[in-house]
């Protein structure tokens, strides 16, 4: 069992920067690939990003691609996805999930953990 605790979600403006954080805790935490979903009221549960249980392989939505950052620190049991030049569009509840296994994914059928999630807003 793991659990995922996020944190660092709140109000920026458009064009500004916010770093969202999960703290794992629970089953080793370098042997779980981990992956951040975003949703908005309304809509399904879309992908953003992920990252292999090494951190070496990384994976992007589109939308996001050269804007976000995912990374993780297997010594803090931490994963972090930095988000620069934030839009409007950016507006979502993040949510942080663990998959059981150390190749990365994008469908959310693959994660088998999930966080409580973090608002993010971006005012225009």
């Known amino acids: 069992q793991v659990q995922l605790v996020e944190s660092g979600g709140g109000l920026v403006q458009a064009g500004g920067s916010l770093r969202l954080s999960c703290a794992a805790s629970?089953?080793?935490?370098?042997?779980?690939?981990m992956g951040w979903f975003r949703q908005t009221p309304g809509n399904e549960r879309e992908f953003v990003a992920g990252i292999s249980a090494s951190g070496l392989n990384t994976y992007y939505a589109d939308s996001v691609k050269g804007r976000f950052t995912i990374s993780r620190d297997n010594a803090k049991n931490t994963v972090y996805l930095q988000m620069n030049s934030l839009k409007p569009e950016d507006t979502a509840n993040y949510y942080c999930?663990?998959?059981?296994?150390?190749?990365?994914?994008?469908?959310?059928?693959?994660?088998?953990?999930w966080g409580q999630g973090t608002q993010v807003t971006v005012s225009s």
């Open positions: 629970g089953r080793p935490f370098s042997s779980y690939a």
């Open positions: 999930a663990a998959r059981r296994s150390r190749l990365g994914a994008r469908g959310m059928a693959e994660y088998d953990y």
